[in-house]
């Protein structure tokens, strides 16, 4: 878990990207991500299969948007691990150690 700060700066953001999973959080408790990102699970999805989804917005030091995304699906809470939605590099570097790119393995 990254406990140091980041050069993004994140904020809730509520606009639905209509995102799907392109990466994953391992290790890592719903806890421990709020406490990353700042701000509680706060977009609500299919409360029959969602139990904790975040949406942010991430702006770096070069004024730059970018939306990320975290959920749970169907129990993966249960066992620590979350689908993400994003741009790798930040998702890499707000979760050191738990991320990894779905396609490549990146981490």
């Given at each position: 878990?990254?406990t140091?700060?980041?050069?993004y700066?994140?904020?809730p953001w ?7 999973k392109?990466g994953?959080?391992?290790?890592i ?5 709020t406490?990353?990102l ?18 942010g ?5 070069d004024?730059q ?8 699906w ?11 939605w994003?741009?790798?590099q930040i998702?890499?570097?707000l979760f050191?150690?738990?991320y990894s790119d ?6």
């Open positions: 878990m990254n140091t700060q980041t050069s700066k994140i904020e509520q606009d639905n990207p209509g995102s799907h392109t994953e959080l391992t290790r408790t719903a806890e421990e991500i406490a990353i700042g701000f509680e699970p706060n977009f609500s999805d299919d409360p029959t299969k969602v139990v904790n989804s975040w949406l917005r991430t702006t770096s030091r004024g948007h970018k939306l990320i995304a975290v959920w749970d169907k129990g993966s809470h249960l066992v620590n691990r979350y689908s993400a994003g741009d790798p998702l890499v570097e050191e150690g738990s779905a396609l490549t393995g990146w981490r």
